[in-house]
């Protein structure tokens, strides 16, 4: 639990309870985000401190580039075809 008043330390700091007004606040002002902006995190990647602030601080994507879909692999710029631009392997039937 993100809000274990018997947890002096530790653990419980390192965690985000949305549904605590004081929580949502302190951790909003913390990471320079607005409320709404910090409960969009936590649903992304969950309660993890670390792992919203990892979230909220990385560049930027695209408006079509959905958050948790795969990057594709490569270097920028190259595609599955060789010089020739036909595909490097034979279609299989």
């Known amino acids: 639990m993100a809000d274990n008043r018997e947890l002096r330390g530790g653990s419980d ?3 985000i ?3 605590q007004d004081h929580e949502l606040r302190d951790w909003s002002t913390k990471l320079g985000v ?4 910090l409960k969009e995190a936590v649903q992304a990647v969950g309660d993890q401190a670390d792992k919203v602030q990892e979230y909220l601080h990385r560049p ?3 408006d079509h580039e959905h958050p948790t879909a795969p990057r594709k692999a490569g270097k920028a710029g190259t595609s599955d075809k060789s010089a020739s631009g036909k595909p490097d392997k034979p279609h299989e039937r």
């Open 13 to 15: 700091r390192k965690r």
């Open 17 to 19: 309870d949305v549904h």
């Open 60 to 62: 930027e994507r695209s």
């Open 34 to 37: 607005s409320p709404e902006r």
